[in-house]
């Protein structure tokens, strides 16, 4: 039954107007015009497409004011998990000596990385090769709980290609990082539980990545439109699709 009569609360007012600032905010900052490495394990070709030349989103599809806060909390654990692992006695650094964060680019920089971190020692009780890439990632309950179960590899497999493109990019920058496990980090943004998974290098996976980049930026360079990931819109992957409309009109 619809409540005409409903009245804002201060929460809704006030939720409001926070959503309308973070998202003014995020529509004010300069796109990247790099294809971000992270994201190489997603699913389909032409999404990533879209995203590397920067092609306006469907109507109501942009990020709302709640997603931007959910980005941000994330931002906020990924700090809690640096300062515990510290306490931890890890020698963990997320900045280079001149202050930079940890990174590479490649295909003439259309192609970039940023890396969480990077752990130079560990204390003795806890059995690990140095140094060591470091990936942290904030998730609810029941998708941490399936990663706990399944691990990052067959639960995760956007995170695992991070992981492996990661190392194999880095290796030239600190040499043994890709023959060395990454330690995976995942907080439960509901219980506050911690996993911890060494993940040892996959260099299969990181060269299918690579090359999956390289025919991305290079199918944009000549105009070609990638094949979808399903050739029915009503597949899950299509249906959250920020480009979905455009897609199936045949729009590049």
């Known amino acids: 039954m619809l409540d005409f009569n409903h009245q804002p609360t201060l929460s809704d007012q006030l939720t409001q107007t926070i959503d309308q600032a973070l998202q003014a905010e995020h529509q004010a900052q300069t796109p990247r015009n790099y294809l971000g490495a992270s994201r190489l394990g997603v699913a389909c070709d032409r ?4 995203e590397f030349i920067q092609a306006p989103v469907d109507d109501g599809k942009s990020f709302t004011g709640r997603t ?12 809690l998990a640096i300062r515990w692992l510290r306490k931890a006695r890890f020698e963990l650094y997320t900045e280079t000596s ?19 971190g990077v752990i130079a020692a560990g204390p003795e009780s806890i059995k690990g090769h140095y140094p060591a890439l470091w990936e942290c990632k ?21 995170y695992a290609a991070q992981i492996a493109l990661y190392q194999a ?15 995976f980090t995942a907080i439960n943004k509901d ?20 090359d999956r980049g390289v025919k991305i930026v290079q199918a944009c360079d000549a105009q070609e439109r990638l094949p979808r990931v399903s050739n029915d819109p009503t597949y899950y992957e299509c249906k ?7 897609c199936w009109q045949g729009e590049l």
């Open 169 to 183: 990019y880095m290796e030239a920058q600190i040499p043994g990082i890709a023959t060395n496990p990454a330690l």
């Open 191 to 210: 219980t506050a539980e911690l996993y911890f998974e060494w993940v040892p290098f996959n260099g299969e996976l990181a060269q299918h990545a690579s």
């Open 98 to 116: 001149s202050g930079e964060q940890f990174g590479f680019a490649a295909i003439d920089g259309r192609l970039r990385g940023h890396v969480d």
């Open 47 to 50: 999404a990533l497409q879209y």
């Open 138 to 158: 904030s998730l609810n309950s029941r998708s941490w709980e399936d990663t706990v179960k399944k691990g990052v590899t067959l639960s995760k497999p956007v």
């Open 240 to 246: 959250f699709c920020a480009w979905q409309d455009r």
């Open 68 to 79: 931007l806060r959910i980005f941000a909390a994330g931002h906020v654990f990924e700090e």
